[in-house]
C-alpha cells in the first residue's frame, strides 16, 4: 500500500462565470522517502493540488476522485478528522510565510500548538521541544527568538519558523508550496538546503511546488509537469531532463537562464497565456501556444504515452517533438 495514492482527483471550482475546471484527472502515487516535483506556469493547479490534498480547499470547490493516505480516502473525512491529520501525518509550508503566520502570537507559541494538540504536551514540554526545532532548522539564539512576533524576524528567519512547525511532529508527508519565493538566492539555497537534509532524516516524503525547474531537478527525483489543471509529463527526473519530451516541458526549460549565454541574446519564451479553466478547449489545452499544434490537438484529447521507465507524456506529436532541438520550438 502506498503512503499517498491520488486517482482521479478533479477539482472543479464554481464561480459566477461558471464552473472552472482547476485539478482534472490526476494520478500519482508516493512512498516513504520519495521526493516529488510540480512543475508549471502560475494557474496550472499546483497549489490547488496541494490545498486539496490537505483539506483547504475554498468554500467553492468540489472535488471528486480520491486521495489515499495509507489507503484511506481523505475527501472523505470530516473536518473534525482532517484536523487531526493536518500538521501531524501531514504538514504544508506555504508561500510566504508572513500571510500564513499569525501577527499576534508569538512564533513560540505557533510552535507549540501542534505539539500540545497532537502530541498531549504540557506548556513545558511543549516550550522546550520548540527550542530544539528551532535550534534545529537553524534560527539563531532560540531559547530568546522563541518569544519574538513574525514581524520582528527576517524572511528566511520566519520560513525557518515555518518549517519548524511543518516538522513539529514529524509527518509522514511535507508538503513545499513555493517556499523560496519571497527569498533572495542564498536565502533560497539555505531552506532548500535545510528542507532537503530535514527530509531525509526523518525519512519523510516530499512535494515540492515551484516554477523553477532548476529548484526541481536539485531537489526532487521525481517530476510532474502541470498544465491547464492536469499532467501532461511525469517521471524520474533525470529521464525528465534528458528527453524533455512535450513541448511544454521543452518550453519551460528553454526559458531558464544559462551561464554562457550571449548579453544580447534574449530569453526563449513561451508565446501566450495558461488556458482559461471555465473555457478549456476541447482537445489538447497546450494547442493556442504549441508549434506543433494541428487539427487533431484542437479536437481530440491527446494520449499519454507511458513508457518502461515509467516516464508518461500527453502529445498527439511526441515522436516529432522528442527529435526537435529544445529551443527549436520556441525560436
Known amino acids: 500500500m502506498s503512503l499517498l495514492s491520488v486517482k482521479n482527483l478533479n477539482v472543479t471550482l464554481m464561480t459566477s462565470e461558471g464552473p472552472a475546471r482547476a485539478v482534472r484527472d490526476l494520478d500519482f502515487t508516493l512512498e516513504r522517502g520519495d521526493t516529488l516535483g510540480i512543475v508549471g506556469e502560475s494557474g496550472c493547479g499546483k497549489s490547488m493540488t496541494a490545498l486539496a490534498i490537505m483539506g483547504l480547499l475554498p ?20 473536518e473534525a478528522e482532517m484536523c487531526r491529520i493536518r500538521g501531524n501525518r501531514m504538514a504544508m509550508i506555504f508561500q510566504e510565510p508572513m500571510t500564513s503566520l499569525n501577527p499576534v502570537h508569538t512564533v513560540g507559541r505557533q510552535i507549540m500548538e501542534p505539539l500540545r494538540l497532537h ?4 506548556k513545558s514540554e511543549a516550550r522546550g521541544e520548540a527550542i530544539r526545532l528551532l535550534d534545529r532548522v537553524g534560527l539563531p539564539n532560540p531559547s530568546e527568538r522563541i518569544d519574538n512576533f513574525p514581524h520582528q524576524l527576517s524572511g528566511g528567519q520566519r520560513q525557518r519558523v515555518m518549517i519548524a512547525i511543518a516538522l513539529s511532529c514529524a509527518p509522514d508527508i511535507l508538503i513545499a508550496d513555493e517556499p523560496t519565493t519571497a527569498l533572495d538566492v542564498t536565502i533560497q539555497d539555505q531552506i532548500l538546503d535545510l528542507t532537503q537534509s530535514l527530509v531525509e532524516e526523518e525519512g519523510m516524503a516530499l512535494i ?4 523553477d525547474l532548476g529548484v526541481i531537478s536539485e531537489n526532487t527525483d521525481h517530476i510532474m509537469v502541470m ?18 519530451s512535450h513541448p511544454y516541458t521543452q518550453g519551460l526549460f528553454a526559458a531558464m537562464p544559462r551561464l554562457g549565454r550571449a548579453r544580447n541574446q534574449r530569453l526563449v519564451t513561451i ?3 495558461v488556458p482559461d479553466l471555465i473555457n478549456l478547449p476541447t482537445g489538447c489545452t497546450f494547442t493556442d501556444r504549441c508549434p506543433l499544434a494541428s487539427d487533431i490537438c484542437r479536437n481530440t484529447p491527446p494520449p499519454v504515452h507511458a513508457f518502461k521507465t515509467g516516464h508518461r507524456v500527453a502529445c498527439h506529436h511526441l515522436d516529432i517533438a522528442r527529435a526537435k532541438k529544445t529551443e527549436e520550438l520556441f525560436s
Open 59 to 78: 468554500e467553492n470547490a468540489m472535488p471528486t476522485g480520491e486521495i489515499l493516505l495509507n489507503g484511506e480516502n481523505l475527501l472523505q473525512k470530516s
Open 271 to 273: 508565446p501566450g497565456t
Open 227 to 244: 498544465y491547464g489543471g492536469a499532467s501532461i509529463e511525469s517521471g524520474r527526473t533525470d529521464r525528465i531532463f534528458e528527453e524533455l
Open 208 to 211: 515540492l511546488i515551484s516554477h
Open 119 to 122: 502530541k498531549d504536551m504540557n
